[in-house]
C-alpha cells in the first residue's frame, strides 16, 4: 500500500502564498500525480496534475496562472505552489497518485489524508 503525505497548508490572507508538499512512497513509479481539493459538504475537485517528466500540467481554469505544480523526483515529492491565493480556494487539498492524468478522482489509485488551506478576505 503506498503512502501519501501531504504538508504546508495554513492560513494567509488574500493575495497571500502558500506552497504545499507531498511526498509519496510511490512517486517513483506513478505516471501521474495531482493536486485536488473539498470544502465540506461539497465534491471533491480536481486543482492540477502532472505527468512523470512535468512534460504535460493540466490546472482547473480558476487556478491557471496562480498555481503551479511541480515534481522532484529524486526526492519523491510533488509541490502545489500557490500564489495570488483567494477566500475561495480555502479548501482541504489532498494529493493523489495515479496512472493516468484526469480531473476525475476515481482515476487516483492513492491519496494522502489532506491538508487545511484557509485564506481570509
Known amino acids: 500500500q503506498a503512502q501519501v503525505l501531504e504538508s504546508g497548508g495554513g492560513s494567509v490572507q488574500a493575495g497571500g502564498s502558500l506552497r504545499l508538499s507531498c511526498v509519496a512512497s510511490?512517486?517513483?513509479?506513478?505516471?501521474?500525480m495531482a493536486w485536488f481539493r473539498q470544502v465540506p459538504g461539497n465534491e471533491r475537485e480536481f486543482v492540477a496534475a502532472?505527468?512523470?517528466?512535468?512534460?504535460?500540467?493540466e490546472y482547473r481554469d480558476s487556478v491557471r496562472g496562480r498555481f503551479t505544480i511541480a515534481r522532484d523526483n529524486s526526492q519523491a515529492t510533488t509541490y502545489l505552489l500557490m500564489s495570488g491565493l483567494k477566500p475561495e480556494d480555502t479548501a482541504v487539498y489532498f494529493c493523489?497518485?495515479?496512472?493516468?492524468?484526469?480531473?476525475?478522482?476515481?482515476?487516483?489509485?492513492?491519496w494522502g489524508q489532506g491538508t487545511q488551506v484557509t485564506v481570509s478576505a
Open positions: 510511490a512517486h517513483s513509479s506513478a505516471y501521474s
Open positions: 502532472t505527468d512523470y517528466t512535468t512534460t504535460r500540467t
Open positions: 493523489a497518485a495515479g496512472d493516468h492524468i484526469t480531473a476525475f478522482s476515481r482515476d487516483y489509485r492513492w
